[in-house]
């Protein structure tokens, strides 16, 4: 519940310098504006001090705001985004949620695990690319991140996407959700690394290259040869229906020439990780089914209905938790009257 502003009297020390006329030192103003109360969230009060830093956390994390939130001054966002997270430490206390430094590294190793990652320096490198912010600034968010995830389990409930929903994202975002491909591939490697050996085996490549764009037909009959090194040699080279992404674990080259080459096409000659010069020959391109990618739709949306749950349960709290704001920017724009108290000295 917000309640009405009020005007703060300080009554000491600065309160005795107004009354006997002494004037007031240019540290005295200083120290008074930086302690300002700008809003109470329940026993927790938010200073100019604790403004400031948040503008700096808030720029960095802005992109995640409520869109709602966007349409106020960047002055209201950051004062809504500290009220949020006084909230959530405010609940996390009488749930007894602790964040220490045990915690902070056990979730470190956590996330490392699920990465495949070993290497810390890797990791702060990974992570920063993911989130967009500095190792440095996900470390000072990551406290609320835990906090939040323990609150999401035992305070907010998200409902799980339905079976249309699933089924209207996958139509609307078919593009998204990478493609499957068809293919056959040929593959042949030098015996060693000499130029001569090298020079030779492009020869041979190209030779067939050559021949297959005259006569498409004979591709199936090469790659079934002798002469064919791919790991795909037994089924005449065919590749049939992988997922790109799938595909990209295998041989991230293959993956990406398969996505270069359309369907009907013969690719380009190309050396994979295995220093082997290969063409492929697309049969196919279609977009992944529903049925091999539902669990990473379902997840998509989960996290979607998982946030404005999160975001309604804030705003829920709001309610139940006392929430006092003395800034006049951000109690104009949410139409909050300003009223000053009178105090009777008599």
């Known amino acids: 519940m917000i309640l009405l502003s009020k005007r703060i009297i300080y009554l000491f020390p600065i309160g005795i310098l107004l009354l006997s006329?002494?004037?007031?030192?240019?540290?005295?103003?200083?120290?008074?504006?930086?302690?300002?109360?700008?809003a109470i969230v329940g026993s927790k009060s938010l200073s100019v001090m604790d403004y400031e830093a948040g503008v700096e956390r808030?720029?960095?994390?802005?992109?995640?705001?409520p869109p709602t939130r966007k349409n106020q001054s960047f002055r209201s966002q950051v004062i809504d985004?500290?009220?949020?997270?006084?909230?959530?430490?405010?609940?996390?206390?009488?749930?007894?949620?602790?964040?220490?430094?045990?915690?902070?590294?056990?979730e470190i190793d956590r996330r490392m695990e699920q990465m495949g990652i070993t290497d810390l320096e890797q990791f702060k490198k990974q992570t920063a690319q993911q989130?967009?912010?500095?190792?440095?600034?996900?470390?000072?968010?990551?406290?609320?991140?835990?906090k939040k995830g323990q609150l999401l389990q035992i305070r907010v409930t998200t409902p799980l996407p339905s079976e249309q929903e699933v089924r209207n994202w996958y139509n609307k975002n078919k593009?998204?959700?990478?493609?499957?491909?068809?293919?056959?591939?040929?593959?042949?490697?030098?015996?060693?690394?000499?130029?001569?050996?090298?020079?030779?085996?492009?020869k041979e490549v190209a030779e067939i290259r050559s021949n297959v764009l005259k006569d498409p037909s004979l591709f199936r009959l090469i790659?079934?040869?002798?002469?064919?090194?791919?790991?795909?040699?037994?089924?005449?080279?065919?590749?049939?229906?992988?997922?790109?992404?799938?595909?990209?674990?295998q041989s991230p080259t293959l993956a990406t020439i398969s996505g270069q080459t359309k369907e009907g096409k013969i690719s380009e000659i190309f050396r994979d990780e295995r220093k082997r010069y290969c063409i492929i020959y697309v049969e196919g391109i279609r977009a992944t089914p529903l049925d091999s990618v539902r669990r990473g739709v379902q997840n998509v949306l989960y996290r979607d209905k998982e946030q404005q749950a999160f975001e309604n349960w804030l705003e829920q709290m709001r309610n139940q938790v006392t929430v006092t704001t003395y800034d006049p920017i951000y109690n104009r724009e949410h139409n909050i009257k300003i009223e000053e108290e009178v105090y009777n000295l008599d």
């Open 21 to 38: 006329g002494l004037p007031r030192t240019t540290e005295a103003v200083n120290r008074e504006s930086l302690n300002q109360i700008i």
């Open 175 to 202: 593009g998204k959700v990478g493609f499957e491909v068809k293919f056959r591939e040929i593959a042949i490697g030098p015996k060693d690394g000499s130029i001569d050996e090298e020079s030779r085996v492009y």
């Open 81 to 106: 985004f500290l009220i949020d997270r006084a909230i959530v430490d405010i609940v996390a206390e009488e749930e007894s949620i602790q964040v220490n430094e045990k915690r902070i590294e056990a």
């Open 131 to 146: 989130t967009g912010m500095s190792y440095e600034q996900w470390i000072l968010d990551l406290p609320y991140q835990i």
């Open 58 to 65: 808030y720029k960095v994390i802005s992109k995640f705001a």
């Open 223 to 249: 790659a079934s040869g002798p002469r064919n090194e791919s790991r795909f040699k037994s089924s005449g080279g065919l590749v049939n229906w992988v997922p790109t992404f799938e595909l990209y674990k």
